[in-house]
C-alpha cells in the first residue's frame, strides 16, 4: 500500500487538481481542491512527491504556493499566517498551528466533490456545499 491509496483525492475529477489549461478560471477549480487536500492524511508525502512538478495541486499547494521552497519565492506564493496553506509551507507559528490543528476537528463530507464520472459540475455550487 502507498500513500496514494489512502489519497482524499482518489477517484475524484482529475480537473479540480489540474485544472484544464485555457481555464481562466483556474483558482476556482483549486479552491475545490484545497478543502479536500486540507483533509488529506497524505498530505506530507504528496506535498513531498509533487514539490518539483510544474503543474497541479499537490499536498493542497499549487505550483505557485509551492515556489514559497524556492531561494527566490514569488512574492505572491507566500500566503498570510492562519491558514493551512501558510502552515503546510513551513510556518509553524502559533496562528498557522491553530488553524492547522482547528481543520483537523472538521469532518467534512466529500462525497459532493465530483469524481471522474461528473461530467459537468459547477464549481461554485460545490466549492458552497464544502463551506457549509
Ligand atoms: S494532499 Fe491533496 S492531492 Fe495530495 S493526495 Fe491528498 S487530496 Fe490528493
Ligand atoms: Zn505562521
Same mark, same amino acid.
Given at each position: 500500500?502507498?500513500? $496514494?491509496?489512502?489519497?482524499? %483525492? ?15 478560471? &483556474? ?6 481542491? *484545497?478543502?479536500? !487536500?486540507? /483533509? %488529506?492524511?497524505?498530505? *506530507?508525502?504528496?506535498?513531498? +512527491? #509533487? ?7 499537490? #499536498? ?5 504556493? *509551492? =515556489? ?13 499566517? #492562519? =491558514?493551512? =496553506? *501558510?502552515? $503546510?509551507?513551513? %510556518?509553524? %507559528?502559533?496562528? !498557522?498551528? /491553530?488553524?492547522? +490543528? ?6 467534512? +463530507?466529500?462525497?459532493?466533490?465530483? =469524481?471522474? &464520472?461528473?461530467? +459537468? ?12
Amino acid at each position: 500500500m502507498t500513500w $496514494r491509496d489512502q489519497a482524499l %483525492c482518489k477517484g475524484k475529477h482529475i480537473d479540480l487538481w489540474y485544472p484544464p489549461l485555457e481555464a481562466d478560471n &483556474q483558482e476556482e477549480y483549486y479552491a475545490v481542491a *484545497r478543502e479536500v !487536500c486540507h /483533509a %488529506c492524511p497524505v498530505w *506530507r508525502k504528496c506535498l513531498n +512527491d #509533487g514539490m518539483n512538478e510544474q503543474w497541479g495541486m499537490w #499536498g493542497g499547494l499549487t505550483p505557485l504556493e *509551492r =515556489t514559497s521552497f524556492s531561494k527566490n519565492p514569488k512574492k505572491t506564493a507566500i500566503k498570510p499566517h #492562519g =491558514t493551512v =496553506t *501558510r502552515y $503546510r509551507q513551513g %510556518c509553524y %507559528c502559533k496562528k !498557522c498551528v /491553530a488553524v492547522n +490543528d482547528a481543520i483537523k476537528q472538521q469532518n467534512k +463530507d466529500f462525497s459532493v466533490v465530483p =469524481t471522474m &464520472q461528473d461530467k +459537468d459540475f459547477d464549481l461554485f455550487t460545490v466549492l458552497y456545499q464544502l463551506l457549509q
